[in-house]
């Protein structure tokens, strides 16, 4: 009996796909920032294994439950192809994960938003080198835009500098490089199948920090918070891969900083982090590169039909 191999989808780079891309991409970082809030909140309260294997848990249950929508079928789009790289992707991203959950135990959201944005820079390089994706100068410029913009955000003093600052520098090597996969293996992996892995990853490196870091203070708000770490991160997962099977990693580069933005605000409302004048201005310069970006895209869009 023979098997039928499906062969690689094409990565195309087309001006509709990367509008619809940047939108998804937009859409991810803003539910994604729901449950950095949520870790955020918990981690006091649980400690640092908990959110851990609650994203693993909660996370890939969400993404199973949704593609069992499909039946067998459904199931079936979870199974990877190139699973070597589908791990080495999932070990990655749960590096990040851990690398920013750190930090969040002395460092304000809007700060490790600031550093984090440091990852399209080296995934927009990255990419074009590892990939050969165009290099197209509209693109690189707005990135850069946006990373002056985080540039402005940052308030002198050197309150920033301290060992949490080391170690999410760390994560924002293995992000640049995950994104870089992220691209690379949407043209065989669905993206249930990355979302799923990323997630299902927290799940043993979380059992393995268990005997380091017990468990604690699981009550009532704890696990309602830990299930939104995971349900977030389920459906943002989900997005972000289908996102990057869209559009190249320096199309969707400058959006990164949208996050920004939610997190200025949602740190403010929830944490009482006030943001400092310069994150306003910083903000409003990384809108007008993600604008110039987009509309950039558009225009494109209208030159090709």
């Known amino acids: 009996m023979s098997v039928t191999t499906v062969p690689p989808r094409v990565l195309s780079d087309t001006a509709a796909d990367t509008v619809r891309g940047i939108a998804l991409i937009t859409l991810s970082y803003f539910i994604m920032t729901f449950s950095d809030i949520s870790v955020k909140f918990v981690l006091p309260l649980t400690g640092l294994a908990a959110p851990v294997l609650f994203r693993g848990v909660v996370g890939s ?21 190139r699973t070597s790289l589908v791990l080495a992707r999932s070990l990655l991203q749960a590096a990040v994960g851990i690398s920013w959950f750190i930090a969040w135990q002395t460092m304000t959201l809007a700060d490790s938003y600031a550093v984090g944005f440091t990852t399209p820079l080296l995934a927009t390089s990255g990419a074009m080198l590892l990939l050969g994706e165009q290099r197209d100068l509209r693109r690189i410029g707005a990135t850069i835009v946006g ?69 604690h203070g699981l009550d009532g708000p704890a696990l309602a918070a830990l299930v939104g770490v995971g349900l977030f991160s389920g459906v943002a997962q989900l997005i972000n891969a289908r996102a990057y099977a869209l559009a190249p990693v320096s199309a969707l580069g400058p959006f990164d900083y949208s996050s920004m933005l939610w997190a200025v605000a949602l740190g403010w409302l929830c944490f009482g982090e006030m943001p400092h004048l310069a994150a306003i201005q910083g903000a409003v310069v990384i809108a007008a590169a993600g604008l110039y970006s987009l509309r950039s895209e558009q225009r494109r869009q209208g030159r090709s039909a």
Do not use: K, Q
């Not at 090597?173 to 870089?180: E, G, K, L, N, T």
């Open 61 to 81: 249950a969400a993404v199973l439950v949704f593609a069992g929508r499909d039946g067998r079928r459904g199931i079936a789009r979870l199974r990877p192809v």
């Open 147 to 215: 990373f002056i913009g985080v540039l402005i955000m940052l308030r002198p003093g050197g309150d920033l500098w301290s060992p949490a600052l080391l170690v999410l520098l760390f994560g924002v090597a293995c992000s640049a490089f995950a994104r870089i996969l992220t691209r690379r293996l949407s043209a065989t992996e669905t993206p249930e199948c990355l979302a799923f892995s990323l997630l299902a990853m927290h799940l043993p490196v979380g059992l393995m920090m268990l005997p380091f870091l017990p468990l």
